[in-house]
């Protein structure tokens, strides 16, 4: 009789799992945020939320298609459940917690906390979004932006007051602008002069 083999030894579970670590610096809405020790696997989701304590950015579906992780990369709107957080060193990235100014909240979240607000899981995203969207687009036709929201998906809304929010911060600049424009920069300095061709009504404002 030969002896029975020996069972493979049991894994130490004091010993690093395998998976490959890295160490990197996020440029977090305008900081530099240290990730030490990271699986270099992690979503950038996943390090917002647990290791750097950003926790606007929602986990919806974990598949880039609700739009509740939505962040800024670069300036562009990414689900943030889709990229490896390693790949995102060295870009600037906007949170929802980067939004507003001086730790009060931008008119956009203002806007959607007025007329959007239900369960609130989707809004950080939807605030990205629209944020997004105002950038690009400084008075966006309703079509335009329920194709900028479609998608950023809501339960309970059924969009309607996220429609209204954008309608109201786009009456408010719009009120805003045309105010200084009629009284004039009050810094002393010479008004800028709109560039010709521009759409009619915007001035070739940025």
């Not at 203002?110 to 690009?136: I, N, W």
């Not at 929010?165 to 600049?173: C, H, L």
């Amino acid at each position: 009789h030969h002896p029975a083999p020996e069972p493979p030894p049991l894994p130490d579970p004091t010993a690093p799992s395998g998976h490959p670590t890295v160490s990197y610096v996020l440029h977090v809405n305008g900081v530099d945020r240290p990730v030490t020790g990271a699986w270099i696997g992690e979503s950038l989701l996943h390090v917002l939320r647990e290791r750097l304590g950003l926790a606007g950015a929602k986990d919806g579906c974990s598949q880039g298609e609700c739009g509740a992780c939505s962040v800024q990369v670069d300036g562009r709107l990414v689900a943030a459940c889709l990229v490896p957080a390693a790949t995102a060193a060295g870009s600037e990235i906007r949170t929802v917690e980067g939004l507003g100014e001086h730790g009060a909240p931008s008119d956009v979240q203002r806007a959607l906390s007025d007329c959007a607000v239900q369960c609130g899981f989707c809004l950080p995203g939807m605030a990205m979004t629209v944020h997004d969207l105002l950038e690009g687009n400084h008075r966006p036709s309703e079509l335009e932006t329920r194709r900028a929201l479609c998608g950023n998906l809501c339960r309970c809304s059924g969009y309607r007051g996220v429609l209204d929010a954008v309608r109201q911060v786009v009456e408010e600049r719009s009120a805003a602008e045309t105010a200084h424009h009629e009284d004039g920069p009050t810094d002393g300095s010479v008004p800028r002069v709109p560039h010709q061709g521009g759409p009619a009504g915007e001035g070739g404002e940025a």
